[in-house]
């Protein structure tokens, strides 16, 4: 055990004694064994626990250049520490419940010795004491935890109100921040002990290239906490600003235009393009249609229906026409709203379709052939989900209809469909999980347990880097 986990625990049983002497000190000083100053001493030591955890948490390492973020616009060593410190708080409060909880069963003949009013007012203390305990703890883990997300901060509340049901929403609440805390760290020291080495200082920078229905903000990055950890490992950053929503061949088109501004502005000769689901349909446009190729070192697709989706062609057949121009309609004045400028909401699904992939095909010039850009180093990855619980809404809705008409495949697009250029990766499922169309591009933000995203972005410019990329 190290000494700063000795610490920890050597704080968590004086603090946990120290709030349960305040919680059950009105008795003894009513029947004469503690003194007014010995009431102060604990008071003292009470308000001391409410802020000791947070301070003894100096085992988070900091970034080491300095800045307050590290890792994500939610993740500064400071909401890391809280997260550490709502959590030793639940168990101080665990803990000395327990303890006040004995005393005052022990002392229920006070009740009945006509002392009712001594022991409810113990009770009272009691009640206040742990209370302050406890909520110190669960507001700093509803506000600074991440992994949380919405699910567990409703599950706590509601459960909050139902004897033993809450035990065991605390007890899952605390091991998932726990854990949170736990991977967070490990990450801040790894890339610290790499930082120097700059392992994504790419010869040419990264340009990402988001998927249909999605824009790149700045306010909720289309990529999570990926591009963070990619700039801190030297990478250089850029994003592709495409339409949410138009054909493959209009995406193209602007993906040509953003990669000559780049180069215009940097002269960096060429970039390497990472693109998510139709984004790597829309590279591919780019490629064979708009010129740039001579600007592409290379060109990596991730989970991109290169087939198409059978299950669009089937929507598309059964939607009523009314409904589908309504749907289209909806969609493209919000996304205007957004800041595309002309958004085609049909135009992007169509092309997704089995049969719009094949149309494309000669325009896309070849997926078959494993080497189909000369000079531009092509790869591609997918992912699965063992089974539609393991996605978030609306991926575990779409699962089964995926797998009925196109396969295994990720809650989006089918397994089938993601193999392109010289070297396929499949990334299988880890236990029950898996991984989704959104986990990896870590859309929700969440640790899956057996794969770090992260890590893997990390790695795989990494290898472009060794191939003089």
């Known amino acids: 055990m190290t000494v700063s986990r000795l610490l920890l625990l050597v704080n968590r049983v004086l603090s946990a004694i120290a709030v349960a002497a305040l919680a059950i000190c009105y008795i003894p000083l009513r029947d004469g ?10 008071a003292a030591l009470y308000v001391l626990a ?12 900091s970034a080491g250049d300095g800045k ?35 005393y ?33 703890g669960m507001a700093c883990l509803y506000l600074y935890s991440v992994q949380l997300g ?31 805390v736990e991977v967070e760290c490990a990450r801040i020291c790894r890339n610290n002990t790499r930082k120097h080495a700059r392992v994504c200082a790419t010869k040419y920078p990264i340009l990402l290239v988001h998927g249909v229905f999605f824009r790149d903000f700045k306010q909720l990055n289309y990529w999570g906490r990926i591009p963070n950890d990619l700039t801190f490992n030297g990478a250089t950053v ?14 193209g088109r602007e993906l040509a235009d953003r990669i000559r501004a780049i180069i215009r502005e940097t002269g960096c000769e060429k970039v390497n393009v990472i693109a998510h689901s139709k984004g790597g349909l829309d590279m591919r446009y780019a490629l064979q249609n708009e010129g740039i190729a001579p600007y592409v070192a290379s060109l990596t ?67 078959s052939n494993p080497q189909p850009l000369e000079g531009i180093y092509c790869q591609s990855v997918g992912t699965l989900l063992p089974r539609a619980t393991g996605g978030r809404f609306p991926l575990n809705l779409a699962y089964p209809l995926v797998r009925f008409f196109d396969g ?33 591009i870590d859309l929700n933000r969440e640790n899956i347990e057996g794969f770090d995203v992260r890590e893997f972005y990390v790695e795989l410019v990494e290898e472009l880097k060794a191939r003089g990329l």
């Open 33 to 42: 064994p503690f003194r007014t100053d010995v009431l102060a001493v604990f």
């Open 68 to 102: 307050r973020h590290i890792l994500s616009p939610s993740h500064s060593r400071h909401s890391l520490r809280c997260c550490a410190h709502g959590v030793e708080m639940l168990k101080i409060f665990l803990l000395s419940t327990a303890v006040a909880v004995v």
């Open 104 to 136: 005052h069963l022990v002392r229920l003949p006070l009740l009945w010795q006509g002392h009712w009013a001594d022991w409810l007012t113990s009770a009272a203390i009691a009640l206040v004491a742990e209370a302050i305990v406890f909520w110190n």
């Open 408 to 440: 295994p495949n990720d809650g989006l697009v089918s397994e089938a469909s993601f193999s392109f250029g010289e070297k396929y990766t499949l990334l299988t499922p880890t236990g029950k999980r898996g991984i989704s169309h959104g986990d990896i």
């Open 150 to 180: 919405l699910r567990w901060r409703v599950i706590g509340t509601l459960c909050g109100l139902i004897p033993i049901a809450q035990l065991i929403a605390l007890r899952r609440i605390m091991k998932v921040v726990s854990a949170e």
């Open 238 to 251: 850029y994003y592709g600003h495409q339409h949410s929503a138009a054909s493959v061949a209009d995406c």
């Open 50 to 61: 409410q802020f000791v955890p947070y301070l003894l948490y100096h085992r988070i390492p």
């Open 301 to 367: 697709t991730i989970n991109t229906p290169h087939n198409g989706c059978v299950f669009a062609d089937f929507l598309l057949e059964t939607f009523p026409e009314s409904v589908k121009t309504k749907v289209a309609a909806t969609y493209n004045i919000a996304a205007r709203k957004l800041g595309d400028p002309a958004p085609d909401f049909l135009a992007a699904v169509s092309d997704l379709t089995a049969t719009g992939c094949a149309a494309l095909e000669p325009l896309l010039a070849g997926k």
